[in-house]
């Protein structure tokens, strides 16, 4: 059963568009839901991460925008650069006890290309 | 370099060999995990430690897989009997107790042949 779906599985846009990235999630108890950025060659790094008591949050050109009563959340790239380029990853976890998250869920993974 | 380090960066392997990779977590991060990445899929949970105690194993880790942290500082994972599906990129990340931030290494890419 996977936990949280990802789409597009690929997305090409150009120089200066935006690229969205959408998932959706089926585990209520998720509390906790990080994008993360992967390279060839190196493992994921953090890109930004959101909790479920806020719709939108934003860190320079990246956007996350959360809808809890659809159990989904978006990944928004504004005026997307060729260094951009990299498979996006989102990801879920919960709370245990002593309020810390732990273990990630991930989905599938997006190979977004941003031609020049 | 303080981030989460791992060795070997690749291992080619012949079916049934063992083989043990070898993750340095950042330092005084209590949490380590395990995660494996196939070729177009999200990396998926393994194990994870909090200081040296293995607190979750996912019905991933056949028995063939094993993990340790002693010391609670680096940690080792170990396949035993290797076969031709446990190619993969086998990912370390750590994080504090309290923190919700995964930092991830590199990651060993796995080849059994």
């Known amino acids: 059963q996977q936990q949280v779906k990802q789409s597009p599985q690929s997305l090409i846009v150009q120089k200066g568009g935006i690229s969205i990235i959408n998932c959706a999630y089926e585990?209520?108890?998720?509390?906790?839901f990080p994008w993360y950025q992967q390279f060839p060659g190196k493992g994921p790094a953090l890109l930004i991460a959101?909790?479920?008591?806020?719709s939108e949050k934003k860190e320079g050109r990246f956007t996350i925008s959360f809808n809890k009563s659809a159990k989904q959340f978006s990944l928004h790239i504004m005026d997307s650069q060729p260094g951009d380029s990299a498979t996006y990853f989102c990801?879920?976890?919960?709370?245990?006890?002593?309020?810390?998250?732990?273990?990630?869920?991930f989905g599938k993974g997006t190979l977004l290309t941003v031609n020049p | 370099d303080t981030g989460v380090s791992q060795n070997p960066r690749h291992k080619i392997t012949k079916r049934g060999q063992n083989v043990t990779f070898r993750c340095d977590p950042i330092?005084?991060?209590?949490?380590l995990y395990w995660y494996r990445q196939t070729l177009g899929q999200g990396p998926e949970f393994l194990t994870y430690?909090?200081?040296?105690?293995?607190?979750?194993k996912s019905r991933l880790l056949s028995d063939r897989f094993s993990a340790e942290r002693p010391k609670g500082s680096f940690s080792t994972l170990e396949i035993q009997r290797t076969e031709q599906g446990d190619s993969a990129m086998y990912l370390c990340?750590?994080?504090?107790?309290?923190?919700?931030?995964?930092?991830f290494g590199q990651g060993t890419r796995l080849t059994v042949v």
């Open positions: 959101i909790r479920p008591d806020v």
């Open positions: 330092s005084e991060h209590n949490r």
């Open positions: 585990n209520t108890a998720f509390d906790y």
């Open positions: 990340a750590s994080s504090y107790f309290r923190g919700t931030e995964a930092f």
């Open positions: 430690f909090q200081n040296e105690a293995q607190l979750e």
């Open positions: 990801a879920a976890s919960m709370s245990v006890s002593g309020g810390s998250n732990y273990k990630l869920t």
